[in-house]
């Protein structure tokens, strides 16, 4: 079994959200989407937020995720947190699949 696991991780995300406001993330794949994403990041060149010596990317990742480091914002937050130049994982279901990639 992975520690944390998916349920765990979708509860730290959401520990943030007020009652009667939508969850920012409901699913294993927006999970799996943010990380990747941050996974991304510390792979170009970021600095890592945890100690992560001799683990791989992703493992920083979700493990910066469990440890509240990052965020995962919602689209209206995610276009707040651009204009305002703050550095946080993003993350955007819909946006991420409308957009294709370019294969080579």
Same mark, same amino acid.
């Given at each position: 079994?992975?520690?944390?696991?998916? =349920?765990?991780?979708?509860?730290?995300?959401?520990?943030?959200?007020?009652?009667? *406001?939508d969850?920012? /993330?409901?699913?294993?794949? +927006?999970?799996?989407?943010?990380?990747?994403k941050?996974?991304?990041?510390?792979?170009?060149?970021?600095? *890592?937020?945890?100690?992560?010596?001799?683990?791989?990317?992703?493992? /920083? =990742?979700?493990?910066?995720?469990n440890?509240?480091?990052?965020?995962?914002?919602?689209?209206?937050? =995610?276009?707040?947190? *651009?204009? +305002?130049? =703050?550095? /946080?994982?993003?993350?955007?279901?819909?946006?991420?699949?409308?957009?294709?990639?370019?294969?080579?």
């Amino acid at each position: 079994m992975l520690h944390p696991s998916y =349920a765990d991780l979708i509860q730290v995300v959401n520990s943030e959200v007020e009652e009667g *406001e939508d969850p920012v /993330v409901s699913s294993r794949y +927006s999970i799996v989407m943010a990380t990747s994403k941050r996974a991304r990041q510390i792979i170009a060149g970021d600095d *890592e937020l945890v100690d992560g010596k001799g683990k791989k990317p992703l493992s /920083v =990742a979700v493990e910066e995720l469990n440890q509240g480091k990052i965020k995962i914002l919602n689209d209206e937050n =995610a276009e707040n947190a *651009e204009n +305002s130049g =703050a550095e /946080v994982a993003e993350e955007s279901a819909a946006e991420e699949m409308s957009q294709p990639e370019n294969v080579e």
